[in-house]
């Protein structure tokens, strides 16, 4: 007897044998949808983009500020001579030299220009820039803002025609002053600050004297601080200035102007009330200019008559002025 042969079991894709198979090995906390990987993966290799950072992300703006500084001192460091890399180092730090102008101007008279200040201390930023040594650690901000401090006081020494001797003198009454009145809780007198500072009373004062021949005030400066009428505030414009107070010698002067209009028209009224005969003697004699014996030839008197007429106008004129005085 024949053995019966089974029949074979109908063919199933390669893919749906694969995924069967892949259903009955997984674990149960991976879904069955997709296929376990057994090998592990390798990390893609990160690739670093111009204007990125090594995670992919922008860098800090002050960094990027900070590496070109360091570049140009490097750049000048190996080129001292070389002008260019200067002047973009000295366009970058300019701002100090403003801070430090605008700190030291704070304490000087209203006179000083700050832009002076600011000019000179651009020197002052030019130096400290050939000076610097990099190497030793020290940071060039603090450097160079003593530098252009230094640039800026020593040029003002020098335009200062006052005694450093005088300026400090100044100072040691102002402190004094300030001790004593913060003691006494009160104005005190040239007695007890000349007591307060250790010398005598007329010392004090002599001090005062040369003190106050120190203070100069520019022609420009306003009367009044801070006045202004209209042309922008706080710019002082149509405001009198210190020169417009000043007296002109060559100036007319407005009362005397009108006192002496009031009194040519006063005598130019007395006059016109004299007698004919009075009125022509005065007008020939004074703004004539005739003598006393041509007007007799003029009236056909004697000179001693003409005398005697003039001697009763003038008496007569007198007399009236005093009434509208009077009046």
């Avoid at 832009?115 to 020290?138: H, M, N, S, T, Y």
């Avoid at 004094?176 to 010398?199: F, H, N, P, V, W």
């Avoid at 706080?234 to 006192?259: C, H, K, Y």
């Avoid at 007569?316 to 509208?324: H, I, K, Q, T, W």
Wanted: negative net charge; aromatic residues 4%.
């Amino acid at each position: 007897m024949t053995p019966r042969i089974p029949e074979p079991e109908p063919m199933r894709s390669t893919a749906a044998t694969i995924g069967s198979t892949a259903r009955a090995v997984a674990p149960a906390a991976y879904p069955t949808s997709r296929p376990a990987r057994d090998v592990a993966l390798r990390p893609r290799p990160t690739t670093i983009h111009p204007g990125q950072g090594p995670d992919g992300t922008a860098p800090d703006e002050e960094a990027l500020v900070e590496a070109g500084i360091a570049r140009m001192w490097a750049d000048y460091a190996e080129a001292p001579d070389d002008r260019v890399v200067r002047d973009r180092l000295v366009l970058h730090y300019a701002p100090l030299v403003k801070y430090v102008a605008g700190r030291v101007g704070t304490g000087l008279p209203s006179h000083v220009d700050v832009a002076d200040l600011v000019q000179c201390g651009i020197f002052g930023l030019v130096d400290a820039i050939e000076r610097f040594e990099p190497d030793r650690g020290r940071k060039f901000e603090v450097y160079a803002m003593q530098r252009i401090r230094g640039a800026i006081l020593d040029e003002l020494r020098s335009q200062d025609w006052v005694p450093r001797s005088v300026r400090s003198r100044a100072r040691e009454i102002e402190r004094a002053i300030e001790r004593r009145e913060t003691r006494e809780q009160r104005s005190c007198s040239d007695a007890e600050i000349a007591d307060e500072l250790g010398m005598e009373t007329g010392e004090l004062r002599s001090t005062y004297g040369q003190i106050a021949m120190t203070s100069v005030a520019a022609l420009d400066e306003l009367v009044a601080a801070g006045r202004s009428s209209g042309g922008g505030a706080g710019t002082g414009a149509g405001a009198p200035s210190l020169a417009d107070s000043l007296p002109d010698a060559a100036a007319e002067d407005p009362v005397a102007a009108m006192e002496s209009r009031e009194t040519r028209r006063l005598l130019a009224d007395a006059i016109g009330g004299l007698a004919e005969r009075d009125r022509t003697i005065v007008g020939l004699y004074y703004f004539e200019n005739l003598t006393l014996a041509e007007i007799g030839k003029v009236l056909g008197v004697t000179e001693s008559r003409v005398c005697q007429l003039h001697t009763r106008a003038v008496l007569r004129l007198r007399a009236r002025l005093a009434e509208s005085h009077a009046d």
